[in-house]
């Protein structure tokens, strides 16, 4: 019998991470009759005055949003975490090791409508949220080791608000993520000279296998290693380390990139598509002035729908207990994106 990667089972190394993931294609013909979630309501209003997101809101904290007509970032009134904490004591067993963490937390709104998502927003208007990105990442990386810039999109998810947002979080100390790539990426740079993401990006392009969507400075591919069913990485063309670095010309073209992503996203079952996506880059604060020619500047969407709109994959079990696992390959997942409408469905 010969191996074909859409029907037989194996395993994928992740190069970013040191990791192994499970394929698994033929469970994706096994019946389902697990949990089933509830289908998104798309009857969301444009202003709800009871919102805490929505422009001239009063949030929890009692402050009053400004009638904000773009992009409006602000303190957590949650923060998990604080700038003026006191620092633990040091521990010198090894077994109950403990650190200072500090940081500060912001969240972003990407738009004064709250009906208004990412795939049906304008390329300039998503272009302006990346320039408060930028802004947002230049202020506290002059300060923070690590800026993470997250969306968590959905229910499903754990939004608990509707209204299109992102999250900030700054912190003293580099997380787990972050913190293992930085080490696989530098290994691979002193073995190879070359950054591991770019000589990703080349070969993927070659490969022509695993690509969602390009255009000329950006390019989103099902990653070889992906874990969740339709999880994608956005990759520059060009050496890029973090997001300060961003000429014009990419930053209109990440907006490009951005919303034909996320349109195949919600074409795909005709729903607000849930996800979890972020950005990776080089470490700022202390480590700005380190050599971290090995870092390649991506984001990463993690959405968690499998078989339709109100089946998610469950990471529990075996993907908790011994490693990740898959029920699609890879190839799979990109040539059904990659053939979607790039027209969204609500505007067909």
Not at 71 to 93: K, Q
Not at 220 to 237: G, I, S
Not at 238 to 252: M, W, Y
Request: contains cysteine; glycine residues 4%; charged residues 25%.
């Amino acid at each position: 019998m010969e191996f074909q990667a859409d029907e037989h089972q194996h395993v994928r190394y992740n190069p970013l991470k040191g990791e192994w993931v499970l394929v698994s294609p033929h469970r994706m013909k096994r019946p389902w009759s697990g949990q089933v979630e509830a289908v998104p309501s798309d009857e969301i209003p444009e202003f709800d005055p009871n919102n805490p997101l929505c422009p001239g809101a009063k949030r929890q904290n009692g402050e009053i949003n400004p009638k904000y007509e773009s992009t409006f970032a602000f303190d957590n009134d949650f923060p998990a975490l604080l700038e003026d904490v006191p620092s633990p004591p040091e521990s010198s067993d090894p077994l109950f090791q403990v650190g200072a963490a500090r940081g500060k937390c912001r969240v972003m709104c990407f738009h004064p409508k709250s009906n208004v998502t990412i795939p049906v927003m304008s390329v300039q208007e998503i272009e302006e949220v990346i320039n408060r990105w930028i802004e947002e990442a230049e202020s506290l990386g002059k300060k923070f080791d690590w800026v993470q810039i997250f969306e968590n999109k959905g229910a499903i998810m754990g939004c608990s608000n509707p209204h299109p947002h992102c999250q900030i979080w700054a912190s003293s100390f580099i997380p787990n993520e972050p913190r293992i790539k930085d080490i696989y990426q530098k290994s691979y740079y002193e073995t190879h000279g070359r950054p591991l993401l770019m000589d990703y990006v080349d070969k993927e392009l070659q490969k022509k296998e695993r690509i969602v969507i390009q255009n000329d400075e950006w390019v989103v591919v099902v990653p070889f290693w992906a874990v969740w069913p339709y999880e994608t990485m956005v990759l520059p063309k060009k050496h890029v380390l973090r997001f300060l670095d961003l000429s014009a010309i990419q930053k209109t073209a990440l907006a490009d990139i951005m919303k034909k992503i996320t349109i195949k996203y919600d074409n795909l079952f005709h729903v607000s598509f849930p996800y979890s996506m972020g950005w990776h880059g080089a470490p700022t604060g202390s480590k700005l002035k380190e050599d971290m020619k090995h870092w390649v500047f991506h984001g990463i969407y993690f959405p968690p729908l499998l078989r339709s709109a109100t089946v998610k994959k469950f990471m529990v079990g075996y993907e908790m207990l011994a490693q990740s696992q898959r029920d699609l390959s890879a190839e799979k997942a990109a040539a059904i994106l990659r053939n979607l409408p790039d027209v969204h469905y609500s505007r067909r």
